[in-house]
């Protein structure tokens, strides 16, 4: 059976969440079609789709590219994240607790988290984690939303490998079963509250470097000589004058403080 551009496209953001693809990833048509043994127009439209939910971009020169968030970039996903996020519980909240099956669901993933990060597979362990978030939305009963949180979680997991996210899986995962244990209870404020803890504590586990100034290099090579400068402001001495010498034997006279700079997939 031949594949589908969503299931090509479901494969590159599992990828993604799975930090297996990194920020600025190429993505080429022909290894893909080659990948997935199908044609680039199914590859193309798959790759569109990305492009349109924010997980890809294109140059008309390069070709595709896993996209590289800038810092306000990554200060909005997370800020999106956040409004979505406790929104869906506060709402939850609304309309009493949380149903059983749902909670069971939630407790499953838990348990597949747990089991995660006591094996090597970096990939499973940051993929469902990752997951949690939309599992919670799917669980509390907004589909559109849980498809909306994926593609945010998924950019918010290159944020993290772009910026070096210094954030404890193990930690991640007990804020995760503090979250559940609070719906759970019906307490949903405590959930809400945990909730924009776990984000902000994420987010401030990035290590966003403050912005540098463009110039920085230039500015220093162009910077005047100490030594120059030092010339410059002290008097000359008074030159002796060399003996005359014969016509012939004459050369030109050179400027002693003169001196050159030489700057220089899947």
Known sequence: MAISASEISARIVEAVMAQKLAPGSRLG????????????????????????????????RRGWFVIEPS???AREAFEARRVIELGLIRSA??????????????????????????????????????DFHVCLA???????????????????????????????????????????????RGDHASAESLMA???????????VQAPT????????????????????????AKRRKPAALPASDSIPDSDPDSSTYLGALL
């Open 197 to 207: 803890e776990h984000i902000g504590t994420v987010q401030s586990a990035l290590r």
């Open 29 to 60: 048509e022909q290894q893909l079609a080659m990948l997935f043994d199908c044609s680039r127009t199914i590859v193309r439209e798959a790759l569109t789709r990305l492009a349109a939910r924010g997980i890809v971009t294109v140059s008309a």
């Open 213 to 236: 100034d463009p110039l920085a290099q230039l500015r220093d090579a162009l910077a005047p000589l100490n030594n120059t400068s030092a010339a410059a402001a002290a008097p000359k």
């Open 71 to 73: 810092q306000d970039e």
């Open 138 to 184: 799917e669980c509390l009963g907004n589909t559109l939303l849980a498809d909306t949180l994926r593609d945010y979680t998924a950019r918010t997991t290159l944020i993290a490998m772009l910026y070096q996210s210094t954030h404890d899986a193990v930690q991640s995962c007990e804020d995760h079963v503090q979250i559940v244990a609070a719906l759970e």
């Open 93 to 130: 909240g609304s309309t009493g607790k949380i149903e059983k099956t749902a909670l069971r669901q939630l407790k499953a993933h838990l348990q597949r988290e747990k089991a995660a990060l006591k094996e090597s597979d970096v990939g499973n362990r940051s993929f469902l984690l990752g």
